[in-house]
């Protein structure tokens, strides 16, 4: 097996959630990236409410037609 280098990081992917954990890691991400000459590319994604209620009407609608 092949052993990876640090300098061979080119591009780090950060997920966060901008929590203290997350923006420590952040800061240990941005070292790496200026050491290294590399890309930093943060993530953060947000989960859309989802609304249930019409998804409800539709099932009961088909069940109440099949009785």
Known sequence: MEEIML???K???LPT???DNA???LSFAAELAVKYYATLT???C???PFDFAPMVADKKE???EKV
């Open 46 to 48: 947000v989960e859309e």
């Open 62 to 64: 088909k069940i109440v």
């Open 17 to 19: 959630d901008f929590s």
């Open 42 to 44: 943060l993530m953060y």
């Open 11 to 13: 591009t780090i992917y």
């Open 7 to 9: 300098t061979d990081i």
């Open 23 to 25: 923006n420590q890691a």
